[in-house]
């Protein structure tokens, strides 16, 4: 009797071990389609990891598309070159994204690429910085800066500042160091001070050049103007991004030249990152205009309203303001998320 329990107990765990096993085990049917993800896929195409405005900006899409919230993003590094940035998108079309955000290192150059999108029914997002096409209704919509207003913003500074300075009829002589050449970032800021330039008789660019939006450019050109130039020659240095200006602030301090509120050269930057609040409320740097990289919410909302078939506005400027050291404390500057 005893012995015969045994038994039946030994069978019914070998028929237990059975039906667990045969719970846990997927079965397929070589008929049957597997499941799609339901996860909404956007392929993300950035110039570069140039400046750390730029790797905030990646951060902030990323933040904002998870898949908690049914997105699987793609992110590519075009390592600052156009040409990569446009295979990256051809991969993107191949792996039939359902969305594709750009933020492209220059202007020119999108039509064919994004006819390739268009014709795979891929809607477009620009970002940051905007493209020149030959037919607006390649992309779908742009999110970012205002570049010309900031360049506006940088200029209206300016003037107060040189007033105050008592250097409103003065020869006031400006280094010029300018972001990517082509990118919207430069164009703008560019074209706001070429503007002052036309209309202030007494303001003259001394020494101008290409630096990339990286500090190392940014140094190696304002130590080349302060040589050629000579520092007592130099009244302003337009600085076209943060990293830049703390490239030639970097050389004034090995040339031993003053800058800031304390006399001497004034430093005008773009995007007011942090650090470099802080530095402009130490009144190192005297004009800061923002550049905002919280980009992410804006794009994440756009794809949100085309994905429920809302129509979504063509172009978006997002929010952006200029500092000054007067308007800086440290309560402010930690309040920031860039
Ligand atoms: O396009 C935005 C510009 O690009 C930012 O000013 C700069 O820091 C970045 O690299």
Redesign the pocket.
Same mark, same amino acid.
């Given at each position: 009797m005893f012995k015969n329990n045994r038994i039946v107990i030994g069978l019914l765990c070998i028929m237990l071990a059975f039906v667990v096993i045969a719970c846990q085990e997927k079965t397929v049917d070589p008929y049957v389609e597997e499941e799609e993800s339901s996860l909404i896929t956007v392929g993300f195409s950035q110039p570069g990891a140039? =400046?750390a405005?730029?790797v905030a900006l990646t951060d902030s899409v990323k933040e904002n598309f998870t898949e908690e919230r049914g997105y699987k993003l793609i992110y590519k590094d075009g390592r600052s070159k156009q040409d990569n940035q446009i295979k990256d998108i051809r991969t993107f079309i191949q792996q039939g994204v359902d969305y594709i955000i750009i =933020?492209p290192i220059v202007e020119t150059g999108w039509d064919t690429v994004l006819s390739e999108a268009k014709e795979a029914g891929i809607p477009v997002i620009i970002c %940051?910085?905007n493209v020149t096409v030959s037919n607006e209704s390649l992309y779908t919509a742009f999110v970012g800066?205002d570049f010309k207003a900031e360049g506006d913003y940088a200029i209206t500074n300016l003037e107060i500042l040189l007033a105050e300075n008592g250097k409103a009829d003065e020869p006031v002589n400006i280094v010029h160091i300018q972001?990517t050449l082509g =990118? =919207?970032?430069q164009l703008g800021r560019t074209k706001a001070l070429e503007d002052a330039i036309e209309t202030h008789d007494n303001w003259n660019i001394v020494y101008q050049d290409c630096g990339e939006?990286t500090k190392a450019k940014g140094r190696e050109i304002m130590s080349n103007a302060l040589k050629e130039v000579g520092a007592g020659n130099i009244d302003v240095v337009y600085c076209?991004? %943060?990293?830049e200006a703390f490239g030639a602030i970097a050389a004034m301090n090995e040339a031993g030249v003053r800058y800031g509120a304390e006399g001497g050269i004034k430093v005008v930057s773009? %995007?007011a990152m942090n650090s470099a609040l802080t530095m402009c409320m130490a009144g190192q740097i005297s004009i800061e205009v923002e550049?905002n990289p919280l980009q992410g919410p804006y794009i994440y909302n756009l794809i949100n309203h085309l994905e429920k078939e809302k129509v979504v506005p063509k172009i978006t400027y997002i929010h952006e303001e200029c500092f000054t050291s007067d308007m800086l404390d440290v309560d402010f500057i930690a309040s920031r998320k860039f």
């Open positions: 140039e =400046s405005w730029r =933020s %940051d910085r800066s972001g =990118s =919207s970032a939006f076209e991004n %943060d990293e773009f %995007d550049c």
